[in-house]
């Protein structure tokens, strides 16, 4: 699935084909150069190129000849690793020729699994073949004694799994051995106090949270959050069910399997440190950057700032680790929609944590930012 940040490019692109400058035939420049864009922000690079004149490559269709070019370009997007991600092509058309002609021309040119849909209320006439990752469509539209002929292709590629770059590397195996503490601990138990900063402000701000966790392996949780003082949600194991219980509801079960998951505690799917504990993992193929900064004036080999950006989600999420005692002391996760920005803000104290490292653990990578 294209990322939503990448869907938005296309927009634009679209809406560059529908209102771009008209590119006309007897004036389109011979050389096929691009224009480029980068884009980049804390949650990634994405290099968009632009070119105007189009061929029959491009399209994937022959290039209507008995008309008046009114536009064309093609688009491409590239991400930081210089990957193909999308790519659209598209030439539009002034014709004279009868709205019928166009169609059957092109239901031919584009084969036997080229369908055609017509819209009632405008008369518009589209033909088009592919699925979502690969598609051509022809739209015809009849304007008074002329018809608007509008040619496109898209192209969605698969990206290649991540490949991390030797320091995301060394910021990978920093993660992976705090990850194996957590998951290696019989008991964990830990204060969470969870606070939500949105930019700009909203205007009545989300009260602190305050969740008390204590799991023991294979199953066994107590959970409680409050706010303010009032408690809003208690879990808890009794024999091999989870009882949950809400001021005003009747309490309710849920199975706990074998062992607690991320999946059987829904509850916590948004907090890294019980993610660790329950075995998911935080190192994905949807991370686009691995990165590290020192905390304060505190030595890296003790404590530091790592960052994961997910771009699919519009996401950054920064990890405070304690390398001495290998866990997490604050989680902050950042999330962009539209033009607000969500900062969830979790600091960490406990009182049951994984053993401290027995060797000092391995330099880190030198600092870097997003």
């Known amino acids: 699935m294209i990322a939503r940040r990448m869907a938005g490019l296309l927009v634009c692109a679209l809406c560059l084909a529908v209102l771009g400058a008209p590119v006309w035939a007897e004036d389109a420049p011979a050389a096929t150069t691009e224009k480029e864009t980068v884009d980049t922000d804390a949650y990634g690079t994405v290099t968009q190129f632009f070119r105007a004149r189009v061929a029959e490559d491009d399209l994937g269709m022959p290039v209507w000849q008995d008309g008046q070019l009114l536009n064309s370009g093609v688009y491409r997007l590239r991400d930081r690793k210089n990957r193909d991600l999308l790519r659209y092509a598209f030439a539009r058309f002034s014709t004279t020729q009868h709205a019928e002609t166009i169609v059957a021309f092109y239901l031919k040119a584009l084969g036997k699994d080229a369908r055609r849909e017509t819209d009632k209320g405008t008369g518009a006439v589209t033909v088009f073949t592919g699925d979502a990752q690969n598609s051509r469509v022809v739209t015809i539209t009849p304007q008074d004694e002329n018809c608007r002929l509008l040619l496109e292709h898209v192209e969605h590629f698969t990206v290649a799994p991540r490949v991390y770059t030797e320091r995301e590397q060394q910021v990978a195996r920093v993660v992976e051995e705090m990850s194996r503490a957590y998951q290696q601990t019989q008991h964990l138990a830990y204060t969470l106090e969870q606070q939500v900063v949105t930019v700009p402000p909203a205007d009545k701000p989300a009260p602190v949270l305050v969740w008390k966790v204590d799991f023991r392996r294979p199953r066994q949780l107590i959970l409680n959050v409050s706010a303010e003082g009032v408690v809003g949600l208690d879990i808890a194991t009794r024999k091999d069910k989870l009882v949950i219980t809400r001021p005003g509801q009747e309490p309710t079960e849920r199975n706990t399997g074998a062992a607690l998951t991320v999946e059987t505690v829904p509850?916590?799917?948004?907090?890294?440190?019980?993610?660790?504990?329950?075995?998911?993992?935080?190192?994905?193929?949807?991370?686009?950057?691995?990165?590290?900064?020192?905390?304060?004036?505190?030595?890296?080999?003790?404590?530091?700032?790592v960052v994961l950006t997910f771009p699919e989600d519009q996401t950054v999420l920064r990890l405070q680790i304690d390398r001495q005692r290998r866990v997490i002391s604050r989680a902050e996760t950042v999330v962009r929609q539209d033009d607000r920005e969500t900062h969830v803000i979790r600091t960490y104290t406990y009182n049951a944590a994984p053993e401290p490292a027995q060797t000092a653990p391995a330099a880190p990578p030198p600092t870097a930012t997003p």
């Open 267 to 305: 509850e916590l799917q948004s907090d890294p440190v019980a993610r660790l504990f329950l075995g998911d993992a935080l190192l994905t193929d949807d991370i686009d950057y691995l990165g590290v900064q020192p905390v304060g004036d505190a030595p890296l080999a003790q404590q530091i700032e």
